[in-house]
């Protein structure tokens, strides 16, 4: 997600594999109720890029926020976005819990993020254009709530274009992390090449060396790695447009069993970006699509989510679109 159009495609051209790539106030008083049943399921503003946490009997939902005016075919996207739900239906929105302004090191260009709790805080991931680091980075920032605010936990970016060897300056995107079985967390990330690193406990640090995930053929961006019956999922978005093909592992170090695509091109949106979660007794799909109204679009995207469902071997059934959405969850 580049901030001007016509670059985003030049840069796509580049890579091989296309990536399609004034901050209003943060938001005061009390949320705003909940929105209305089916896909999309926010419909009060474009939201792109999802990411998802479950506390308890409760989901929140992290989106970045495309906020490009109708007559611009680029991306603007200066905040992310926080929503709960209890049902996966009725989603509210909370006050702006983030700004690429919160990064004093950061320029602009609030994009794909994931929040993660653990020892009591929550850790917010999230990819940006860095102030005097030419290229992509990724910042944490923390909170004592779900629902925010954040704040930056370093003063400085976790990760830096030039800690990764690319011939682009937008490889170090999309993180998503995850804590194993045995209290190990780890960061992924990347565009055209999947990296991945230890975390320290505290979270905001690495804890070892950078390394390169292999057995994702025709790796373009997006990585979301999760846990579901002993097996560890590495899906991510493939080619351009994009669709999400996934992986399979024993271990979250690999090695990776490519299974296939998962889920197909969404809607009118060059991009796929996808969350999984498993929330009272099913599994869903969080994704964005260029759906809402005659202005949605690659560049104003809407998140939708439908059910997700395995086989018993424990691959993934390829995800049905839909426009009707998910029940109440109960």
Request: with cysteine; charged share 20%.
């Amino acid at each position: 997600m580049h901030s001007n159009a016509l670059s985003k495609f030049a840069l796509a051209a580049t890579a091989g594999l296309g990536l399609l790539l004034g901050a209003p106030a943060r938001a005061q008083g009390p949320a705003a109720a909940p929105a209305a049943a089916g896909n999309p399921v926010i419909k009060t503003k474009y939201t792109a890029d999802p990411a998802a946490m479950v506390q308890g009997g409760t989901v929140y939902l992290y989106t970045g926020h495309d906020e490009a005016p109708n007559d611009q075919e680029r991306y603007v996207m200066h905040e992310w976005l926080c929503f709960s739900s209890t049902d996966m239906v009725h989603w509210t929105e909370h006050p702006v819990p983030l700004k690429v302004s919160d990064f004093a090191w950061a320029k602009d260009d609030a994009w794909a993020s994931q929040v993660i709790a653990r020892n009591g805080k929550f850790y917010w991931y999230a990819a940006v254009e860095h102030g005097t680091v030419r290229g992509k980075a990724i910042g944490v920032a923390v909170a004592d709530n779900p629902a925010g605010p954040f704040k930056d936990a370093r003063g400085s970016a976790l990760i830096t274009n030039d800690m990764t060897e690319s011939k682009i300056t937008w490889d170090d995107i999309d993180p998503t992390v995850i804590v194993d079985a045995k209290g190990q967390a780890y960061l992924f990330w990347g565009n055209t090449n999947c990296h991945y690193a230890k975390l320290k406990a505290n979270m905001t640090e690495l804890d070892g060396p950078i390394m390169n995930v292999t057995g994702l053929p025709r790796f373009t961006e997006a990585p979301w790695v999760h846990q579901h019956n002993g097996w560890y999922y590495l899906s991510y978005a493939t080619e351009f447009p994009e669709k999400i093909a996934y992986a399979m592992s024993r271990s979250v170090e690999g090695p990776w069993q490519y299974k296939g695509i998962l889920n197909e091109l969404a809607g009118n949106s060059n991009t796929n970006h996808q969350a999984i979660i498993d929330f009272k007794g099913k599994s869903y799909f969080i994704y964005h699509n260029g759906g809402m109204n005659e202005h949605g679009g690659s560049f104003r995207r809407s998140v939708c989510i439908d059910y997700l469902n395995y086989n018993p071997d424990g691959t993934i059934k390829r995800v049905q679109m839909t426009t009707e959405g998910v029940q109440p969850a109960k």
